[in-house]
T-cell receptor, first 114, second 109 residues
Framework: EAGVAQSPRYKIIEKRQSVAFWCNPI?????LYWYQQILGQGPKLLIQ????????DSQLPKDRFSAERLKGVDSTLKIQPAKLEDSAVYLC????????????FGPGTRLTVT | DAKTTQPNSMESNEEEPVHLPCNHS???????IHWYRQLPSQGPEYVIH???SNVNNRMASLAIAEDRKSSTLILHRATLRDAAVYYC??????????FGTGTSLTVIP
């Protein structure tokens, strides 16, 4: 079974530029999550989708971050414009459905904002 | 929001058992206790979870206190591949995970 795929693996941008990350969850997984992990900290949930609807985006900085999950499969997370404090690893995870079972994480995208 | 407290770091000798503690005094009756670990440069991976009773799987055992205010992850024989950050997480309604800073486990050969 293929795992959660993310791309790119690494990205370096200058502040005020925009960037997008892509995630392909495990086939059949209805729930998809985006996390932000700053160096030395645990992952922080940014947004959770159930199929193509948003379940929780309470910790997403909506003035600069946006996310979508078209057709309930792949998802993209965008930052526009980026700030220095956005430097982090962005992790995507998926699970079969909300409230049940384990989450499967992708390898993450390491973003450096200079 | 983390809701769990873990030691920042622990050490273990290879092939010895490791007991990783976690305090979660504000746990609610419907919160599941999950453990994940994160190896360097990888995403977190599932280890084990439980609600009230002790749980065993091929990776580890989970011992849950009777009042559920604490739990312990047990690795029966630590190997070098077990060196990772271990997160104790309470799963709230809707499957939201709140990660703390975790315990960094060092395994000494």
């Amino acid at each position: 079974e293929a795992g959660v795929a993310q791309s790119p693996r690494y990205k370096i941008i200058e502040k005020r530029q925009s960037v997008a990350f892509w995630c392909n969850p495990i086939s059949g997984h209805a729930t998809l999550y985006w996390y932000q992990q700053i160096l030395g900290q645990g992952p922080k949930l940014l947004i959770q989708f159930q199929n193509n609807g948003v379940v929780d985006d309470s910790q997403l900085p909506k003035d600069r971050f946006s996310a979508e999950r078209l057709k309930g499969v792949d998802s993209t997370l965008k930052i526009q414009p980026a700030k220095l404090e956005d430097s982090a690893v962005y992790l995507c995870a998926s699970s079969l459905e909300v409230g049940v079972g384990e989450q499967y994480f992708g390898p993450g995208t390491r973003l450096t904002v200079t | 929001d983390a809701k769990t407290t873990q030691p920042n770091s622990m050490e273990s000798n290879e092939e010895e058992p490791v007991h990783l503690p976690c305090n979660h005094s504000t746990i609610s009756g419907t919160d599941y206790i999950h453990w994940y670990r994160q190896l360097p440069s990888q995403g977190p991976e599932y280890v084990i979870h439980g609600l009230t009773s002790n749980v065993n799987n091929r990776m580890a055992s989970l011992a849950i206190a009777e009042d559920r205010k604490s739990s312990t992850l047990i690795l029966h024989r630590a190997t070098l591949r077990d060196a990772a950050v271990y997160y104790c997480i309470l799963r709230a309604t809707g499957n939201q995970f709140y990660f703390g800073t975790g315990t960094s486990l060092t395994v000494i050969p």
